[in-house]
DNA sequence: GGATGACTTGGACGACTGCCCAAGTCAAGT
DNA sequence: ACTTGACTTGGGCAGTCGTCCAAGTCATCC
């Protein structure tokens, strides 16, 4: 029973989650080691295993949190136009902005399937994007399959991240809808 | 100067990217040990440094391998059909029968962004993508950004990947074929 | 003010990593 | 036959990894 602590063990973990998630965006996934994370957060190593019972433990969480901050982010910058073209944009300077956090999403991906356990995460997150997506469409008023547009939009990061070509991932995103913009109401 | 070695240099170069695939599509780029690889391999550990200066070289070797595999079995796979429909369903089934090269493919990409040498690479390999692309839309006869295609492309795998939903990859790449299908000549 | 227990500390552990080396093997050239 | 040099071998190196532990600190409760 724990009588007061000086401080929330909670605050201890959320705080390392956060640690890791910076050194992951910064570093890759491959580099963030308990010693890393721990650094990054100004604590010794040793109390990374007083506040997680392992590393897999605190991955978790990580992906957890990752798909929280993500979709949350997005939606948000998404939200605030009102047609399709400035959601568009809105996605791409997003994108531009925070490239390294669309990288990690795809990287957490990576490892949450190659991770017995986290699977179902990595399902998990990919449903709050579909929401995500079917939410945008809605507002927007477009009547297209939300699979697609998140297919489409994963694939133009994808492609960005690897040539960083802002033109091109615009006008990618724009042909798209275009076309769906036919089939509109 | 080499007088005339029992067994080509370059065979054996070649035995262990070929195991190096093998383990990394099995267990993942990060499994991918030098001693996993020779083990794999049939060899000893040791021959592996005889063979590559470093284990980077070895992985630049393994990207370039990768994308030429994954362009021309994907596309002799697409080129049997003639039209947009059977091209989408041998693609699937590729997709069904080889998930792990598939998945192979978004881990090197990664791996490929993270290494300041191996970005280049990336590029490159993502232009062979676009390349094929536009080749089977000429063979398909559609007119479509090739950039756009291979986007859907990647986020349907992508989302294939994590849900194994075979119906829904499909039909999300239907949707898509019918909405330029009425931009078609 | 002493006991309790939550929390911290620095150092250690065994396992694993990429890489290297001295000694060996053996086909080809002389 | 003997030298040469390409190739192999098993073991070892230093470094890093996740995890653990005994000893310490210090706010809280009786």
Same mark, same amino acid.
């Given at each position: 029973m724990p009588t007061r602590p000086r401080r929330s063990s909670d605050d201890r973990r959320?705080?390392?989650?956060?640690?890791?998630?910076?050194?992951?965006?910064?570093? $890759?996934?491959?580099?963030?080691?308990t010693r890393a994370i721990t650094t990054e957060a100004g604590m010794t190593q040793s109390r990374f295993h007083y506040c997680f019972r392992s590393k897999a433990e605190l991955l978790h969480e990580v992906v957890q949190a990752m798909? $929280?901050?993500?979709?949350?982010?997005?939606?948000?910058?998404?939200?605030? $136009?009102?047609?399709? $073209?400035?959601?568009?944009r809105a996605y791409c300077q997003h994108l531009v902005e925070n490239p390294e956090q669309h990288q990690l999403s795809y990287e957490l991906t990576q490892y949450a399937l190659r991770t017995p356990g986290l699977a179902e995460l990595a399902a998990q997150q990919y449903e709050s994007y579909l929401n995500g997506a079917a939410e945008v469409m809605a507002v927007v008023g477009a009547r297209v399959p939300a699979r697609l547009v998140v297919a489409v939009i994963e694939g133009v990061t994808l492609q960005w991240l690897v040539d960083h070509d802002?033109?091109?991932?615009?006008?990618?995103?724009?042909?798209f809808a275009e076309q769906f913009g036919q089939r509109a109401a």
């Open positions: 959320r705080e390392l989650v956060e640690a890791a998630l910076r050194v992951m965006a910064r570093d $890759g996934v491959g580099a963030a080691t798909v $929280g901050n993500q979709v949350t982010s997005v939606l948000a910058a998404v939200r605030s $136009g009102g047609d399709v $073209g400035s959601a568009l802002d033109a091109a991932a615009l006008a990618t995103l724009y042909s």
